[in-house]
């Protein structure tokens, strides 16, 4: 009885159905999405701190990372990571006057910044593959934010929850 309720009718077809949602579920959580946990303040309000997100490396397989994204970038492996908004793409002008980011002389309107501190950042030329990203979060002080140039390669994917 005890079988048949936990295994169902036919015991076959629920082994293979645990085996197949097991490999799918390995193939997904490894290499497609990559879960990850945020540390720190710097994505606040976006993302808090210790908080479960997910990656999904497969995002720009066919595009590019756009203005606005939200990004892994890996460190020292897939599971060590940054999380940051991209802020300056391949090519631009990026500086940061008084907290306000200047996108080739026009300043960029970033309705998800909720504090501001009066940073300063001299402008950067960003090359062919680099990305500039920056924290939500600029209420913090300059030195305690990590910020600047990517290169492409260092992207894992869009962070997608």
Not at 142 to 153: A, I, K, Q
């Amino acid at each position: 009885m005890l079988r048949r309720l936990v295994f169902g009718e036919n015991p076959r077809r629920t082994v293979v159905r645990v085996i197949v949602l097991a490999a799918v579920s390995f193939i997904t959580f490894n290499w497609i999405l990559i879960p990850i946990r945020s540390e720190g303040s710097s994505m606040l309000p976006t993302y808090s701190s210790n908080r479960l997100n997910l990656v999904n490396r497969l995002s720009y397989l066919g595009s590019r990372p756009g203005r606005g994204d939200v990004i892994a970038i890996k460190l020292a492996g897939p599971h060590v990571v940054y999380v940051k908004r991209i802020i300056g793409l391949p090519g631009e002008r990026v500086a940061v006057d008084k907290g306000q980011v200047v996108i080739n002389g026009s300043v960029l309107t970033e309705p998800y910044v909720e504090y501001r501190r009066p940073w300063d950042v001299t402008e950067v030329l960003l090359g062919p593959a680099e990305y500039f990203v920056m924290g939500d979060n600029r209420g913090m002080f300059e030195g305690d934010h990590d910020f600047g140039r990517v290169e492409r390669d260092r992207i894992l994917g869009r962070v997608v929850f």
